[in-house]
């Protein structure tokens, strides 16, 4: 298991931040290749879960690889 975590503000985090884009998942993926089962867990707003998923599977990730947790801030 390899959980790539980015927040949108650095602040005092030392990890990713920024926004998940293309450039960010590919290079991830790459490190992924040739193993048998990869499958990407996405959680947050509606509008960067769509983004994601619509990266993930132009990069050639399968939708039943694909799983995700939804919320919306009231």
Same mark, same amino acid.
Not at 33 to 54: D, K, L, N, T
């Given at each position: ?11 005092? !985090? ?11 998942? &590919?290079?991830?993926?790459?490190? !992924? ?5 990869? =499958? &990407? ?9 769509? &983004?994601?998923?619509? &990266? ?8 039943? =690889?694909? =799983? ?7």
């Amino acid at each position: 298991l390899e959980v790539v975590e980015v927040v949108s503000g650095s602040g005092r !985090w030392s990890g990713g931040s920024g926004r998940i884009d293309r450039p960010l998942l &590919a290079a991830v993926l790459g490190r !992924w290749r040739g193993r048998s089962s990869v =499958h &990407a867990y996405i959680c947050g707003p509606s509008q960067m879960m769509i &983004a994601v998923r619509e &990266a993930l599977i132009d990069l050639g990730m399968t939708t039943p =690889h694909i =799983h995700t947790e939804q919320f919306d801030l009231p």
